[in-house]
DNA sequence: CGACGTGTAAC
DNA sequence: CCTTTTACACGTCG
């Protein structure tokens, strides 16, 4: 069986642990843009989910439901980095097959007694001061569902047998890949739960989501998924940052530009990453997307990759737009220490 | 078919 | 009012 384990709400529980005095009252991670004025919540302890304070939502309307005990601090990934390793290298000295999905969630294989197994590492974990949910299932997707089950501190094991009645009457929007427009879309042809899911007529969803995502909705519904552990390389690496004040001068925007492409850079130097393609993000003062991205030779240098993004940043505002956010994206990575082994063979 | 841009989703 | 980073599917165009 696969086993999923998320931290319960991890990096506020991180927070509480470098300072006890905040066990107790309401606490809110903050994403902080333009000197605070401006932001979105990251996480929250359970105290101000209370509240109604969620991820993702703008600070501004966080402030709004808070309480005056409620306390507001600024992300500290390099600390939470720190404790995920602690964490995960309890996980994997319990297991030896596992799969780091994000800095609070793993997946991990699981041959045998699986409930001793989930208490044990739950329990180690606790000892290190975190909390953390467990699910068990028959494949990635339902450990996952089962994990979410009885957060926090849940531990939840359900096999193939059970997994279909398990399933039957979880709300949609509860299945992994499925967002609030799906949900909407399904909402629309009366499917609410994995159970109507799993009854509707086939040619209707083929029409409202096209013939893969239907088949993988239908698929979900019933609680087939896969059991492999995928491997870790990453695909993309990217750097985008609010930029203090909207500006549609190319000037101003460029600079910023530069920026994130320096600190993506340090990350692809410190990484020993080499790069094919280069993107540029923008996202304007509407809040839509844009990219542009073009073909390199493969490349790892600075200039390159500036040059590169510069160049499609020109291209992109010789239009009249009013950008609020810009940065830099780059894929097709090359592990330039790999490739310099390889070389030599 | 590959390159590119957009949309959706998740953490 | 509205962060950050990654992944992937899909449509379009040449």
Redesign the pocket.
């Known amino acids: 069986m696969i086993g999923h384990i998320d931290l319960d709400a991890f990096f506020a529980r991180c927070e509480e642990l470098r300072n006890p005095e905040l066990e107790g009252s309401p606490v809110v991670i903050c994403?902080y843009?333009r000197g605070g004025?401006?932001?979105?919540v990251?996480t929250s302890n359970y105290e101000a989910r209370e509240l109604g304070i969620q991820?993702?939502m703008?600070?501004?309307?966080a402030r709004e439901i808070a309480d005056d005990e409620t306390v507001f601090l600024p992300v500290d990934h390099e600390y939470y980095r720190e404790k995920s390793r602690e964490v995960m290298s309890v996980l994997r000295s319990q297991t030896s097959e596992v799969e780091e999905?994000?800095?609070?969630?793993s997946f991990f294989r699981v041959r045998n007694s699986p409930e001793t197994k989930a208490r044990k590492i739950k329990a180690d974990i606790e000892a290190l001061g975190l909390s953390s949910s467990i699910g068990i299932g028959p494949n990635k997707f339902v450990a996952?569902m089962a994990s979410e089950h009885d957060k926090p501190d849940g531990l939840k094991i359900v096999t193939d047998d059970e997994k279909k009645e398990f399933l039957a009457d979880k709300p949609v929007?509860k299945?992994?890949?499925?967002?609030?427009?799906?949900?909407d879309k399904l909402e629309d042809i009366g499917v609410e739960k994995c159970e109507d899911l799993r009854q509707a007529d086939n040619s209707l969803l083929v029409e409202k989501f096209?013939?893969?995502?239907a088949a993988s909705l239908k698929s979900k519904s019933i609680g087939e998924g896969s059991k492999d552990l995928d491997s870790e390389?990453?695909?993309?690496?990217?750097?985008?940052?609010?930029m203090n004040s909207n500006s549609s001068s190319y000037r101003y925007v460029r600079t910023e530009l530069r920026k994130a492409c320096e600190s993506l850079h340090d990350r692809l130097e410190r990484k020993n990453i080499a790069f094919s393609?280069a993107?540029i993000i923008v996202?304007d003062a509407g809040?839509?997307?844009?990219?542009?991205?073009?073909?390199l030779k493969t490349s790892e240098s600075f200039d390159q990759l500036f040059q590169a993004a510069d160049s499609l940043l020109a291209d992109f505002m010789s239009r009249d737009i009013e950008v609020?956010?810009i940065?830099a994206?780059v894929s097709g990575l090359v592990d330039t220490e790999r490739q310099k082994s390889l070389e030599a063979f």
Do not use: C, F, W
């Not at 096209?210 to 995502?213: S, T």
């Open positions: 994403v843009t004025d401006s932001g979105a990251s991820s993702a703008p600070l501004s309307q999905y994000s800095i609070d969630e996952k929007e299945i992994h890949g499925v967002g609030g427009k799906t949900r096209g013939r893969n995502k390389e990453r695909k993309q690496m990217s750097r985008i940052k609010t393609n993107s996202i809040l839509k997307t844009h990219t542009r991205s073009k073909k609020r956010r940065g994206r």
